[in-house]
């Protein structure tokens, strides 16, 4: 019989790096996240290869101090949260301290940062989980993340890649659904050197524009409801502008990004009198409540949510989507009307 043993660190942070870094998007998602829990108002992203080759992801935030650059590889190290309460009432986008640790561990890692009012700038190197002493870097105020050579070390992962195109253009939608959450913040992306995506700081409209078209904006109702302390943001499109596939759909929760069936229910429902059943709905919605009121600690990636009153979030979001096409359905009617 074999023997029970303890798997290394490194091994560890390998097989939690699959469930938290699946493809580069998901690594770009980690590290957009932290400049974002960082206070950056400007991100700029650099990708090679549809980010297989490289992700380099630089802001202008709050910064790493040097001493705290070895622990910010480490697993289950975090700035975010010290304790459940804290956990419960999260308001960042990270807390689960894995995110750098895994990318580190499935890449060759570059950290360097310099946090705001410090005259000078320093950097860590991490190859195959081995840490390289920290040391002196230029770099502005705040931090840049290097990303090489995705799975250079775990082949079998390496296998399950698509080809560039397709990793990048889920690196794009990752880039886009933060984008659309943060209007306030300036954000590039470039691909192969190219500039891909320039986006300035912006109203929410221009933004949304900006990432799912003009047209989009133009053929849009907004949304802004509040009640008993939920409250949704945003824009729905009119039936008329439906898409035939799920790709126009936005839902945040708290900032996050999120599937969530209870939402997609409620939203589909109050559709359900104006739009073709083999048609979907466009949406950007933001929703936001108490965050004791959802748990975001559900999936590694925290894609979904759990809802603590999923009944009355349902009838929110339902009442405020539905209120709003009926209203503007009622308008045309009116308006049809001699
Ligand atoms: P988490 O985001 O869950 O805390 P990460 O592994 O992604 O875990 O990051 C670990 C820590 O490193 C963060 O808690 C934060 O203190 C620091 N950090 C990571 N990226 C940045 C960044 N871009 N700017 C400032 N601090 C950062
Ligand atoms: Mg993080």
Redesign the pocket.
């Known amino acids: 019989m074999k023997r029970i043993q303890k798997l290394s660190d490194h091994l560890v942070n390998q097989i939690a790096a699959g469930e938290v870094v699946e493809r580069p998007a998901s690594a770009l998602k980690?590290?957009l996240?932290?400049?974002l829990?960082?206070g950056?108002s400007k991100i700029s992203v650099d990708l090679a290869q549809g980010g297989i080759k490289l992700i380099r992801?630089s802001?202008n935030?709050?910064?790493?101090a040097a001493d705290?650059l070895t622990?910010?590889?480490d697993r289950h190290?975090?700035?975010?949260i010290a304790c459940l309460d804290d956990l419960e009432q999260v308001a960042?986008?990270?807390?689960?301290?894995?995110?750098?640790?895994?990318v580190a561990s499935v890449s060759r890692l570059t950290?360097v940062?310099r946090p705001q009012g410090e005259p000078h700038a320093h950097q860590i190197v991490a190859i195959d989980g081995t840490l390289h002493p920290v040391e002196p870097a230029a770099h502005p105020e705040?931090?840049s993340?290097e990303m090489v050579d995705l799975y250079f070390n775990t082949p079998a992962r390496r296998k399950f890649l698509k080809s560039e195109a397709t990793e990048y253009a889920h690196c794009a939608a990752t880039f886009e659904r933060i984008a659309l959450a943060h209007p306030g913040v300036e954000m590039i992306l470039r691909h192969n050197g190219k500039v891909v995506s320039r986006l300035p700081a912006q109203s929410l409209a221009d933004r949304v524009g900006a990432i799912l078209g003009r047209d989009f904006v133009d053929a849009s109702l907004i949304i802004d409801s509040a009640a008993a302390g939920l409250s949704l943001r945003g824009l729905v499109a009119s039936p008329t502008f439906s898409k035939a596939s799920r790709d126009a759909q936005y839902f945040y929760v708290n900032g996050r990004f999120v599937r969530d069936k209870t939402a997609q229910h409620a939203l589909r429902q109050a559709y359900r009198d104006v739009l073709h059943h083999e048609r979907h709905p466009a949406y950007a919605l933001f929703f936001t409540l108490d965050p004791a009121g959802v748990d975001v600690n559900v999936h590694p990636t925290k894609i979904e949510v759990r809802f603590r009153e999923s009944q009355a979030i349902h009838q929110f979001l339902f009442h405020s989507v539905h209120k709003a096409l009926a209203a503007s359905a009622g308008n045309n009617a009116t308006a049809a009307t001699p």
């Open positions: 980690e590290m996240e932290n400049s829990d960082a950056a992801v802001d935030g709050s910064g790493i705290d622990l910010a590889l190290a975090t700035s975010k960042t986008l990270g807390f689960r301290g894995e995110g750098l640790a895994s950290l940062s705040g931090t993340v």
